[in-house]
């Protein structure tokens, strides 16, 4: 090999082993810095309240809460953790606010910010001088606690050991609702498992019936990750992501969120915030859908969440009940059905009571499913008002009915015959016991 090009590749090898050797050194002293002042930061008195937060961070301090009508505008209130509440097991330690009942902070006693500092625990969650990361939920709709503009205030009702290597924090609700609603929300979480268990206890001792619905959602600010990444190769992700499901891990970065909202109602799945390789992560019921959302604030904090609304059918109870005239998963899929017992004379007389426009009660019934205009009367081969009377007639002496009359309870019966799979629970296999 040609001398000269020999000295060229061994001088800038011995310089790139020399400048990895500085980097190294300099990586390693900054991560030290970094711990003093995080050390610094989390271990003034108390977690951070609004003024703290407010000065070293130069953001506002709008605690943003989803309603039930609103995608990506949600109310603004003030987040207040001046009194919170310890929830302690071998792996996690969470310290929740009586305000609002937020985790605003969770601890990971197994997993050290430095090997050399092993009684300095990562911080997953928190709120303090250098960061923003807080899981928050609650109540909304129209009697929802948390949805004045105010976070429900709550109180400790102490944590128990639930004998069984798990450990329950109650929170009761300090408030006083005029319908008469108390609510205790309480946080589980276990030995050995990084799960927590959050669920809502509403009691509602009034006469009226409460509309409440409940939301959780993950916010961060755009503080850089407790690991600073001083080093060579590739940060890790520090943003949202969700599950669809065409697409079981879809991500959403902060970004993103800046560019453009998410918001779709989506079924089961779940919606989490990545740092630093650990992830945080709200998981609602898998067996029912929910409305999800994701968005970039004006103070610039990112949110993800989800909230549960209800489906409201719209079916009457000749076309849910009598003939299923719906589409199983389509109209069909719904969680109330506030006019499902009532028959379409009556559907008309309500609307007629309740002043709706003269042009929707004169509309023919469709299920706008066709492109050349037949309704559903045509598709049944009666109208509702006949199928009303066919019930009515169901028992009655043939002889003593018309033709027209006769072929109606036909339709009736062969549609009440071919849906019964509509109207019906469906069907469970059990296997043998033995």
């Known amino acids: 090999m040609d001398p000269v090009r020999l000295l060229l590749i061994s001088t800038t090898a011995v310089l790139s082993l020399m400048l990895l050797i500085e980097w190294n050194q300099y990586a390693d002293e900054y991560q030290k810095q970094q711990s003093e002042l995080y050390t610094a930061a989390i271990t003034e008195p108390g977690l951070a309240t609004n003024e703290q937060v407010a000065a070293p961070m130069g953001q506002g301090i709008n605690d943003s809460i989803p309603s039930v009508n609103q995608e990506t505008n949600p109310l603004s209130v003030l987040l207040d953790d001046s009194e919170t509440f310890n929830l302690s097991t071998d792996t996690l330690d969470l310290v929740v606010s009586a305000d609002g009942g937020d985790v605003v902070s969770a601890s990971l006693p197994k997993f050290p910010v430095r090997l050399d500092t092993p009684d300095q625990p990562f911080r997953l969650l928190e709120n303090n001088n250098l960061r923003r990361y807080v899981a928050q939920s609650g109540l909304i709709g129209s009697d929802g606690i948390d949805a004045s503009g105010n976070r429900a205030r709550y109180a400790s009702q102490g944590a128990t050991n639930n004998g069984d290597g798990s450990h329950t924090l109650t929170l009761a609700w300090t408030g006083n609702d005029p319908l008469g609603i108390q609510v205790y ?250």
């Open 185 to 434: 929300k309480r946080f589980t979480a276990h030995n050995d498992r990084y799960d927590v268990n959050v669920s809502f206890d509403i009691r509602n001792g009034g006469s009226s019936v409460a509309s409440v619905t409940s939301f959780a959602q993950l916010k961060r600010d755009n503080t850089q990750a407790p690991d600073g990444n001083t080093g060579f190769g590739v940060s890790p992700y520090l943003g949202a992501a969700l599950s669809q499901p065409d697409e079981r891990y879809t991500k959403l970065s902060f970004s993103d969120l800046n560019e453009e909202p998410f918001s779709k109602r989506l079924p089961a799945g779940w919606v989490a915030i990545l740092q630093h390789y650990f992830v945080s992560a709200w998981i609602p019921s898998q067996q029912a859908s929910h409305d999800y959302f994701a968005s970039q604030l004006s103070n610039g904090d990112n949110v993800i969440g989800y909230k549960n609304g209800l489906v409201i059918g719209t079916g009457n109870k000749i076309e849910d009940f009598c003939i299923g005239f719906f589409t199983k998963y389509g109209d069909g899929g719904v969680d109330l059905s506030p006019i499902g017992d009532l028959m379409k004379s009556e559907v008309f007389s309500l609307a007629k009571e309740l002043n709706i426009i003269n042009d929707i009660q004169k509309a023919k019934p469709t299920d706008g499913l066709w492109d050349d205009g037949r309704n559903d009367e045509d598709q049944i081969g009666a109208t509702y008002q006949e199928i009303e009377n066919a019930i009515k007639n169901i028992n009655t002496e043939k002889t003593n009915l018309s033709e027209r009359e006769k072929k109606v309870i036909e339709i009736y019966l062969n549609y009440q015959k071919i849906n019964q799979h509509k109207m019906k629970p469906i069907p469970v296999c059990y296997l043998a016991k033995d």
